[in-house]
């Protein structure tokens, strides 16, 4: 790419986008924001197609000394590329699903959304500690305003709880940051990715950056800032958290905790595997029995993401791969399904699942890019979450076969829970009138579900275009894990192979041999 | 000769007190001169301003910058603190005409009475001698008290006057009851002889004589326990002089405190680091616990103060030149947003041009006056620390010199305390842009506040990291100043 910095340019035109949708009004801002979220996926496909797979670590680096103490440095992997396209990829979608339904303060509601990609770009091309943490934490303010000002009946009480439950989260994270750059020496984050803390610095370190993590990713019982979240933040509000702010807690553990404390992170796995098996089956439990549509999509997210938890932790290249699997496909999935939800939603105003009911009928297109979805995020084979899922729990198996028993469980409660879901909501009778008298999807809405749903097939068919640029990174990780790894409970024996195949006898195989011999 | 360079090296002050006393004549002699005297005072400030800038550019240092024998210091580190203090001065002159214009025109006595508190807080900053220190620190408190209750015909200004009279006078008391100690136990009034003096075992005259100047200074950066004052005094007077006592005698006293900590008492830090580490979490966590309940909003920006001299005094704790360059950054980074803040709730006027400042008057400001409304938030997340606005590099640089001293423990606690704060600063935000308006505020602003406010705010925001090379600089510089002598 010759050293152009596609990626300032990609934080740049959002930026100066969102600074652009203060000043106009409302029809304006929207044009302004869906151009500058277009050109940012298009610059976004540029980052990916010229991504060099198996060539530097490290590509399309820049650095610029501007601060004292850090500098502006950028540069993504593998890894984060794909995060970095499904955000692109996302936020125009956003933009799309908020056009009809945000009608006051337009102009200050699209500058929040178009900061919001700013600082996601950022967290995931940082490369520099201290640029890595302003990006992570300065996404609490859009965040905090989209939640409050176009939120639902009790955003006050979600947005409060949003704002302070993450920082609490974070801030002790600053603090180990600070004591690592002191014993390091360095703030750059490849550097620290390869030097070794002491071990028994390195528990310490571990745990304050679960803290951050686990609050953001949600782990179990530190999640439940999110279902509040979820539901009463706008539908594209709920799509942006769902879809890439969670990941920013897996990118966490798979971008520090893992590769810059090895050892801890060996030594606290049944930590994580024990909340992640916790969370599978009781999140799952609880969103069977959710009224709320958002609600119960929202306990679903918990679920998936303990099993991007589980496969992390399994400490081997199919559970790492399978982790990012599950977190590029659920960022589309449930972000895909919270527009599902925000299609009815602005036709009835309510997310009560019982005033839905047989919408197959009258909206028989929707039914089937719900059904999709549906089936996408129970991880049905030829859909992305089974790509993501099977990997994982393949991985969690070669570590440990009881964690894998039961987070399994977890996809059968999640075909239950959807399945009751799709059933209560498109199938059965038309009870509600006003419900049946719902028009089917409008040509914007087919623009946001449709390459969702291509994106899903797609995954789930070919995941190799999603495996391949993050194949090498995912290697050096593993590599780097080796040392720590903790044994599996398989103990799974390569014997030494027989010299001839299982079923030869040796009298048929001399015939055999005399018969060869015998044509020719 | 000698006498030639030590004037030379308060050329400053000289110049202050000399247009103090002009002005004074002028304000005496001709009626109506306040806005003439508010224009001249500010420019003897910005002259003063001129004159201690090369210290600070060359990082003046060591005997050359003493003056009197000793008892005066014009190094790198009281120019850093004195820019502050004459450039929050001037900005508290800026607003007040328009401030005053309610009740008649702006009285002279103001900006005079602003020129010698100005003063009295150089001599501080400056002070290497504890009669140095005394005479500062009352010149800037007798000015103070005056400023206080300046506004004659309203009660809770006449209150505030008193009570920071009363409780001001007490601090006195207490600090020249340590200095009497201190000069008991060593036989001097030197920071260089007392440093000295205490470099071998402490005794317990010592002791008692180093906690009673501490608690007296503790009193007038407003630390926990030693705090009860400041909700009071910041909501009676008149919001000008809020503003100025937020800033200015801040920077002074947080000043002061350092160099007495790291000068005179510079040989048992052990003794006082376990006071400073005290005052520093009661100050983060009472001030963050006392806002909450706050709705006025000059009292709950007294708590913030009180909750950011905890954070400052982090830096000090540290004890170290990192932690000394720590405190000056957090400090020219609380001025600025102390500045903003309060010009900005000076702005809240009601249809009748009457100041407005309660929490619940500032509900749905954002559609009503979004500027306005963007500008507070912007103050208010940064007090709170998020980044990326200006006010978390602040928190950041203070933590990152705790850490390097080894203080992990009080770093983790001071930065876990701070999201008790956050609650009411994002509780302030959520007023502004999440309520109903309640159409308090719609007076028009003066181009000073906006000018002001506009320029705080720029630098509050993420352009402000830009700042963060020159500024470290200019602090490590001073910091180096400062403890030139160990």
């Given amino acids: ?520 | 000769m000698q006498l030639q360079s030590s004037l030379a090296l308060i050329a400053p002050e000289i110049v202050l007190s000399l247009a103090g006393l002009a002005l004074l004549l002028i304000a005496a002699w001709s009626r109506n001169a306040g806005r003439l005297v508010t224009i001249l005072a500010a420019v003897a400030l910005g002259g003063a301003s001129v004159l201690v800038a090369p210290a600070l550019c060359s990082g003046a240092m060591g005997p050359d910058t003493l003056a009197f024998e000793g008892q005066f210091a014009a190094d790198a580190f009281a120019s850093f603190a004195k820019i502050l203090i004459f450039v929050s001065a001037i900005a508290c002159l800026m607003v007040a005409p328009r401030f005053f214009d309610r009740d008649g025109a702006i009285r002279a006595e103001y900006p005079v009475l602003m020129l010698f508190a100005a003063l009295g807080m150089a001599i501080m900053v400056s002070a290497t001698d504890f009669m140095t220190l005394y005479i500062g620190l009352e010149l800037n408190s007798l000015a103070a008290y005056v400023l206080a209750s300046f506004m004659r015909s309203d009660d809770r200004s006449a209150e505030a006057g008193l009570k920071y009279f009363v409780l001001g006078a007490l601090a006195s008391g207490i600090l020249l009851y340590g200095i009497s100690l201190v000069y008991g136990f060593t036989g001097t009034t030197s920071f260089e002889g007392a440093r000295a003096a205490m470099s071998g075992e402490l005794s317990m005259g010592m002791l008692f004589g180093l906690i009673f100047v501490l608690a007296g200074l503790a009193f007038k950066i407003a630390a926990v326990p030693f705090h009860m004052w400041t909700p009071d005094v910041y909501e009676g007077a008149p919001t000008p002089v809020t503003t100025f006592f937020a800033t200015a005698p801040k920077v002074a006293a947080v000043a002061l405190t350092a160099r007495v900590a790291l000068d005179a008492f510079g040989m048992q830090m052990d003794a006082w680091r376990q006071i400073v580490i005290f005052a520093a979490l009661a100050s983060i966590v009472v001030g963050a616990l006392g806002a909450i309940g706050q709705s006025n909003l000059k009292r709950l920006l007294a708590y913030s103060s009180i909750n950011n001299v905890g954070f400052i005094l982090i830096g000090l704790a540290a004890g170290t030149a990192a932690g000394v360059s720590a405190m000056l950054v957090y400090l020219a980074i609380y001025v600025a947003m102390s500045l903003g803040s309060f010009v900005a709730v000076l702005m809240l006027r009601n249809a009748q041009g009457e100041q407005v400042e309660g929490l619940a008057d500032i509900a749905g400001l954002s559609s009503t006056r979004p500027l306005l409304a963007l500008c507070l938030a912007v103050m208010m997340f940064s007090l709170a620390g998020i980044p990326p606005l200006f006010g978390f590099w602040g928190k950041f640089v203070v933590f990152w010199a705790a850490v390097e001293a080894d203080l992990v423990a009080l770093a983790a606690i001071g930065i876990a305390a701070s999201v008790i704060g956050a609650f009411y600063y994002i509780k302030v935000v959520k007023v502004m842009y999440f309520d109903e308006p309640a159409g308090v505020v719609t007076g028009r602003s003066d181009w000073a506040h906006w000018l002001i406010l506009g320029v705080t705010t720029a630098a509050m925001s993420p352009l402000g990291y830009l700042l963060t090379r020159v500024l470290g600089d200019l602090a490590d510089r001073a910091a180096e100043a400062l403890l030139f002598v160990a």
């Avoid at chain 1, 670590?57 to 650095?63: D, F, H, P």
């Avoid at chain 1, 979805?373 to 198996?397: H, N, R």
């Avoid at chain 1, 195949?501 to 009298?507: E, F, K, M």
């Fill in chain 1, 1 to 520: 790419m010759g050293g152009f910095p596609i990626l300032s340019l990609m934080l740049a035109i959002p930026l100066l986008a969102g600074i652009a949708c203060l000043f106009v009004e409302a029809k304006a801002a929207r044009t302004i924001a869906l151009a500058a979220t277009l050109v940012d996926l298009a610059l976004g496909i540029v980052l990916w197609l010229n991504f060099d797979i198996g060539g530097a670590q490290w590509q399309y680096t820049e650095r610029y000394e501007l601060f004292a103490g850090f500098s502006y440095a950028l540069g993504i992997d593998g890894i984060a590329l794909l995060l970095i396209v499904l955000s692109t990829f996302l936020m125009p979608i956003c933009i799309l699903a908020s056009w009809e339904s945000i009608t006051r303060r337009v102009g200050e509601y699209m500058a929040a959304f178009l900061l919001m990609e700013v600082l996601m770009i950022g967290v995931f091309a940082a490369q520099d500690l201290f640029l890595f943490y302003i990006f992570f934490e300065a996404g609490l303010i859009p965040m905090y305003l989209i939640i409050g000002i176009w939120g639902g009946q009790d955003r006050i009480y979600a947005s409060y709880k949003f704002f302070l439950y993450t920082l609490l989260g974070s801030v002790l994270m600053l603090i180990a940051m600070l004591w690592m750059v002191n014993e390091a020496g360095t703030t750059d984050i490849p550097a620290l990715m390869q030097y070794d803390f002491p071990p028994a610095a390195q528990t310490w370190l571990w745990l304050a950056f679960f803290a951050s993590f686990a609050v953001k990713m949600p782990m179990w019982p530190v999640h439940t800032w999110l279902p509040d979240a979820h539901v009463q933040a706008p539908t594209a509000g709920s799509v942006i958290l769902a879809g890439v702010l969670l990941k920013m807690g897996g990118y966490g553990f798979i971008r520090f905790s893992l590769p810059m404390f090895p050892e801890a992170s060996a030594q606290f796995v049944w930590l994580v595997w024990g909340l992640s098996m916790a969370a599978v089956v009781i999140t799952s439990l609880i969103a069977l029995v959710q009224q709320d549509v958002k609600k119960l999509i929202a306990y679903s997210s918990v679920a998936h993401m303990a099993i991007v938890t589980v496969g992390l932790f399994a400490f081997n290249v199919q559970g790492l791969e399978g982790a990012m699997i599950v977190m590029l496909s659920h960022g589309l999935v449930s972000g895909a399904l919270f527009l599902c939800v925000g299609v009815i939603y602005d036709r009835l105003h309510t997310r009560e699942i019982d005033r839905y009911g047989g919408l197959a009928i009258n909206m028989p297109k929707y039914a089937v890019f719900f059904l999709l979805f549906t089936m996408a995020s129970i991880g049905l084979p030829g859909t992305s979450g089974f790509v993501g899922e099977f990997l994982s729990l393949a991985g969690i198996y070669q570590a440990n076969s009881w964690v894998t028993l039961v987070c399994t469980t977890g996809i059968i409660l999640g075909a239950g829970y959807m399945l009751y879901l799709y059933w209560r909501i498109a199938f059965g009778v038309q009870k509600n009138a006003d419900a049946a008298a719902m028009p089917d999807l409008n040509p914007r809405e087919w623009a946001m579900l449709a390459p969702i749903a291509a994106a899903v097939l797609w995954m789930g068919v070919y995941p190799e275009s999603f495996l391949a640029p993050m194949r090498q990174d995912i290697a050096a990780l593993d590599a780097r894990l080796a040392r720590a790894a903790p044994d599996g409970d398989a103990d799974l024996a390569a014997g030494t192979p027989r010299a001839e195949a299982a079923n030869a006898v040796a009298g048929a195989h001399d015939a055999a041999d005399g018969e060869a011999e015998g044509a020719h």
